[in-house]
């Protein structure tokens, strides 16, 4: 179903890519022409037509300025920015900590009425408790190196930006896999405050929560990537490397048709909830 989740991005780039082609072949310059005129290899200069490398802002001023396009500029600029934006590198994403990577989609929480995630790994961080989003982030700070661990304040803001789920014009559709019940993280208790809160919050109002059983039988769809639908305009993916947003209404649509296909597939109500009662007995 789901296709490269970075096609998106790269489709981005390749649109800035030929923007650039154009303006250079509409003012008749060569590839070397440019580069000389721009200060720079012709090796660069086809690189960044080919989209093998992303021009910064400076590259695509200097490039509009040799064209002879500067009222161009400055679109470009944004446009280049955005693609940029669809591929983020969480080696670059946290490289100021953890705590001000929770703050980076704000805006984006705001401006959506409808939430659609699906986790075959971890509770879904619009329903970590503070111990189990602290133990998370503990692992992933530790797994990329960073320089300062910043967790336990990062799992603070989580949950601060989590309370979203109790606020009225929004709905939340959260599909889990039964095995994530049972991925432990942090300390027994840790696990137990995590499995009890989904039993209050799977029964909130504006929140649906799915539970795909392991036993499940000639399923519609096989476990997946994490993935988050915004609304029907935007779908985050997360890799162990990255971070990738798609926006293109093809792919978004894709991911829409799996997580139905996967809800289809999920128990929920009393059926839910003897499945997380059973996963917090199987700690003692």
Known sequence: MPVSPSSSAQAARIAVAHRLRELRRSAGLTIVELADRCGWS??????????????????????????GAQDQAEDLVAQSLHAESLYAEWRHEARRGLRELQSNSAKLFRETALYRVYSSSLVPGLLQT?????AVLRVSAKFRNLPIDDSADAARARVERSRIIYEQGRRFLLLVEEGVLYHQMGDADAMAAQLGFLLTAGALPAVSLGIIPKATADRAQWPRETFHVYD?????????????????????????????????MAVYGADARALIVRAIEALR
């Open 232 to 264: 029907d305009r935007l779908v985050s993916v997360e890799l162990v490397s990255a971070r990738v947003r798609i926006n293109q209404p093809s792919e978004t649509a894709l991911y829409v048709a799996a997580f139905e296909q996967l809800r289809g």
């Open 130 to 134: 503070e111990g189990y989003a602290a």
């Open 42 to 67: 012709h090796p660069k200069t086809s690189r960044i037509e080919n989209a093998k490398t992303a021009p910064n802002a400076k590259d695509i001023r200097a490039w509009c300025s040799a064209v």
